[in-house]
């Protein structure tokens, strides 16, 4: 099938490793988007599976997709850094092999960038979804100013909801490989730096919960490069408290001697309780600018 030359609004960029049983799902959900202008960038990152045949029979179906590969695994980083190099978009929209977009996130995402020219990156809450059918939504705090006080202890985004701008990623030098599988934060508190963060008010991406999924299988990685992030962190973006570096010190055991499950387990709880944090501070606001219009309007 030909290929469409237009250049697209929106680049969806989705790497791939050994990702053959839910990779079609993926992108049959962008598929269903019903903003239509945009492009699919699949990148196979040395499957040992048959990811390389899903991805070349996506790529005959669709003509809005284009397939490369590398041949030897190169890493998640070198990955994201060639799709981004590829991407005509003006807009980047990450998903993961695993996991699904809602049919509004691109339209939603795409018309608060225009709106919002300040915002560098705008990801949204996420509806995890588990084997036993049971759904979870993880709640991310959605205003700039509020997202760089907790930076230092959680990521802004769940990074298949987030969309950003092209040119300020490349600006901020794209995703360093060193700091894998850490490496999307450490590009965020970057891209922080360049502009503001925001994320949408309700879940525009289904995040898949399974043992084989990559946050799961390394996160002995993650722990030891989130640590590393943060320290990075604390010398080029902003000091972080005494108790919040201890805090790193704590996550960084936990991540490595209790089981994977119970520390994802932990940070859902810590994000439940940032939202209600949240929650709690945006109501106090509105009933102090509802009793300031009171009794302007009662003088």
Not at 247 to 262: A, D, E, K, R, T
Not at 284 to 296: G, I, N
């Amino acid at each position: 099938m030909k290929k469409n030359n237009k250049s697209p609004l929106v680049s969806v960029i989705i790497p791939v490793f050994n990702g053959a049983s839910f990779l079609v799902e993926a992108v049959d959900s962008v598929q269903k988007s019903k903003y239509r202008n945009f492009e699919i960038i699949l990148v196979d990152d040395g499957s040992t599976d048959n990811s390389h045949m899903v991805c070349r029979m996506l790529a005959e179906k669709y003509k809005n997709l284009h397939f490369y590969e590398f041949t030897q695994n190169k890493g998640l980083g070198t990955v994201l850094n060639f799709a981004l190099k590829k991407a005509r978009g003006t807009y980047i929209c990450r998903l993961n092999q695993d996991d699904r977009m809602l049919p509004h996130r691109m339209g939603t995402q795409v018309a608060f960038l225009k709106k919002n020219t300040d915002v560098v990156a705008v990801g949204s809450h996420i509806r995890y979804f588990f084997d036993n059918r049971k759904e979870e939504i993880l709640k991310f705090i959605t205003d700039d100013a509020e997202i760089k006080k907790i930076w230092h202890i959680v990521s802004p985004f769940s990074d298949p909801s987030v969309m950003y701008r092209k040119d300020t990623a490349l600006k901020a030098k794209g995703y360093d490989q060193s700091f894998w599988p850490a490496d999307d934060t450490h590009l965020w508190y970057r891209m922080g730096s360049l502009g503001k963060l925001a994320n949408i008010p309700e879940p525009l991406v289904e995040v898949r919960w399974h043992d084989k999924a990559a946050s799961v299988f390394f996160f002995r990685n993650l722990a030891w490069s989130t640590y590393r992030m943060h320290i990075w962190a604390q010398k080029h973006i902003a000091p972080a408290p005494f108790i919040i570096r201890v805090y790193w010190i704590v996550q960084l055991i936990s991540g490595l001697i209790l089981p994977p499950q119970m520390n994802w387990n932990i940070y859902r709880v810590l994000k439940k309780v940032i939202s209600a944090y949240e929650d709690i501070v945006s109501a106090k606001s509105l009933e102090s600018v509802k009793s300031k219009r009171l009794w302007a309007f009662s003088s």
